[in-house]
């Protein structure tokens, strides 16, 4: 005797607390009636208009999965299939996407200003930026561009923060001259990689 069930789940997963999983979404269909299989058969199933509010994700702290589940209900012990299903959603343009300019610097040491053509790039963009060194009076090896992807996850006061360097270019050698421009031109190649990213400039 077998019952043969359906389920699609969506499934939040927090990796930091693995009993706590949340369901979004569970809808169920009964695809056979209780009794006996003696032969192959093919079961079709539909699940109209099941709502995705967000992507497909998997990330170090949290993972989103939207995935079908078949369940054969026995005497015994039951029989569980999963089958993930991926969700991309259409990304959009931002309306105003302006240049960011910033100051750092060590007091009485350092000061720099950075500029960026825009203030958001998507993956296969290309950046465009100056640096100015306004003051050097530290010995300074050479400096960095970083993309960082950057993953928090929770509500305040219990956020959990992880950072993944994913790439590093050397965009200056040697000490720089104060009053000197330099100039960068930056083209991403990272075609399979979805993320959210910061950059950073470091100076050693």
Known sequence: MFDLKIFVIFLLELNYDRGNQHDFITLMKELARPGELT??????FEFPKVEKPYESYV???????????????????????????????????????????MEVGI??????????????????DVIVGKIYFLLVRIKIKFMEIAI??????GNSPNIFNE????????????????????????LFFFDSIVIIFCLECHCY
């Open 163 to 186: 950072n993944e360097t994913i790439a590093k270019y050397e965009i200056m050698d040697g000490a720089p001259v104060r009053g000197r421009n330099y100039h960068f031109f930056f």
């Open 39 to 44: 032969q192959n058969v093919a079961f079709r």
């Open 59 to 101: 990330g170090a702290n949290v993972k989103l999965r939207y995935f079908l589940r078949v369940v054969i209900v026995r005497r015994l012990t039951d029989i569980i299939r999963e089958m993930d299903v991926i969700v991309h959603t259409l990304s959009s343009y931002p309306d105003t996407n302006s240049s960011i300019k």
């Open 148 to 153: 960082i992807k950057r993953e928090t996850v």
């Open 107 to 124: 007091e009485d040491s350092l000061h720099i200003e950075f500029e960026y053509n825009r203030s958001k790039y998507h993956l296969k």
